[in-house]
Nanobody
Framework: QVQLVESGGGLVQAGGSLRLSCAVSQGTFSRYAMAWFRQAPGKEREFVAQISWSGAISYLADSVKGRFTISRDNAKNMVYLQMNSLKPEDTAVYYC???????????WGQGTQVTVSA
């Protein structure tokens, strides 16, 4: 069972930056596609970014394209989300997830809070 622990959240002013980290333990990290999701108060969880097992392919939600970057370091079992030009609407709990061989994101971290003030 893959275990995921997010860190790096916090309070930042609009226009600022944060870098989220996700530490992955157990399982074979380099075989998993990884993703970031977020959930704002009163809203459903939504997709933010995904990266292939090799790191060669990534996808971003339209709402964060040009501002966020997803990356991974397989040697360190880490996944990152660099968030620039943050907006108040980016305020949410951000979750790291691992994709299982069946294609489902079945392993989740506990989340890290990101709050962007206007």
């Amino acid at each position: 069972q893959v275990q995921l622990v997010e860190s790096g959240g916090g309070l930042v002013q609009a226009g600022g930056s944060l870098r989220l980290s996700c530490a992955v333990s157990q399982g074979t990290f380099s075989r998993y596609a990884m993703a970031w999701f977020r959930q704002a108060p009163g809203k459903e969880r939504e997709f933010v970014a995904q990266i292939s097992w090799s790191g060669a392919i990534s996808y971003l939600a339209d709402s964060v394209k040009g501002r966020f970057t997803i990356s991974r370091d397989n040697a360190k079992n880490m996944v990152y989300l660099q968030m620039n030009s943050l907006k108040p609407e980016d305020t949410a709990v951000y979750y790291c997830a691992a994709q299982d061989p069946g294609g489902s994101f079945s392993s989740w971290g506990q989340g890290t809070q990101v709050t962007v003030s206007a």
